[in-house]
C-alpha cells in the first residue's frame, strides 16, 4: 500500500519571530516548524514554488515525507497543518511533526470507489451517494496507505456501505468506535415516485 518515501528539502531558518519570517516570505521562502519527538522545535524554510507545486498535487497532509535539511540528519514528518493567506489562498507557513517508523497517528485517508459498472443499482440509474470522502485513521507512520478502496460490485438500490463492511490497509484501524457509515446507493427519483 505505502510506496517509496518522498523527499522533502528545506533550510534551516537562522531567526524566529514575525521579523524572520517575512524576511523569509520576501527571499520567495515559506516559514515553518518541525516538532515533536521529544526534540526542540526546528524551524525551517521551504521553497515557495515547491512547497505550492507538492500542494497542487493533494494529500499533502496525509503523506509521509522525508525532510532533508542542510547540516542535519533526514527525518520523517507529516504535515500537521499549512497556513494560508486569508485573501489569496496561498501558504504562509507550514507545521511538520516528527515520526519514528513504529509511530502510529491519526490521518485522514482518501476513500476510493471501484467497480461502478458491477453495481446492479448505478447500472439501472441509481446514484451513490459519498458521505463520507475521507475517513480518520490510526495508522502506522511507516505504512501509510494512498487510499481505502471500496468495491461497488453487487451493490442495489438502499444498499449502505458502513466502515465494517471496507477491508483496511493493514495495522489501520478507523478512530471512531461505531460502525459509520461511508457511502449509499440511492434510487433515482422518477423510480421512487412510481412506487
Known amino acids: 500500500m505505502a510506496s517509496k518515501i518522498e523527499d522533502l528539502h528545506a533550510e534551516l531558518r537562522a531567526g524566529t519571530g514575525k521579523g524572520a519570517a517575512r524576511q523569509a516570505r520576501r527571499q520567495g521562502l515559506v516559514p515553518g516548524i518541525v516538532y515533536g519527538d521529544k ?13 505550492l507545486k507538492r500542494l497542487k498535487q493533494g494529500r499533502f497532509l496525509s503523506t509521509l515525507f522525508n525532510l532533508k535539511v542542510e547540516g542535519q540528519g533526514d527525518v520523517h ?27 502510529r497517528i491519526n490521518l485522514f ?24 470522502p475521507e475517513v480518520e485513521l490510526e495508522v502506522l507512520a511507516s505504512d501509510i496507505p494512498s487510499e481505502i478502496v471500496v468495491d461497488l460490485t453487487g451493490k ?28 449509499n446507493v440511492t434510487a433515482p427519483s422518477g423510480l421512487v415516485a412510481d412506487e
Open 109 to 132: 485517508i482518501h476513500v476510493t470507489f471501484i467497480n461502478h459498472d458491477a453495481a446492479p443499482g448505478l447500472k439501472r440509474g441509481g446514484t451513490l451517494t459519498v458521505v463520507r
Open 39 to 51: 526534540q526542540d522545535p526546528m524551524p525551517i524554510n521551504m521553497n515557495y514554488n515547491t512547497l
Open 156 to 183: 442495489n438500490f438502499g444498499d449502505v456501505i458502513h466502515i465494517n463492511d471496507v477491508t483496511l490497509p493493514n495495522g489501520a484501524k478507523p478512530t471512531i468506535d461505531r460502525n459509520f457509515v461511508i457511502a
Open 77 to 103: 514528518v507529516v504535515c500537521r497543518g499549512v497556513q494560508r493567506d486569508v485573501v489569496k489562498d496561498l501558504p504562509t507557513h507550514v507545521d511538520f511533526m516528527r515520526l519514528h517508523d513504529d509511530s
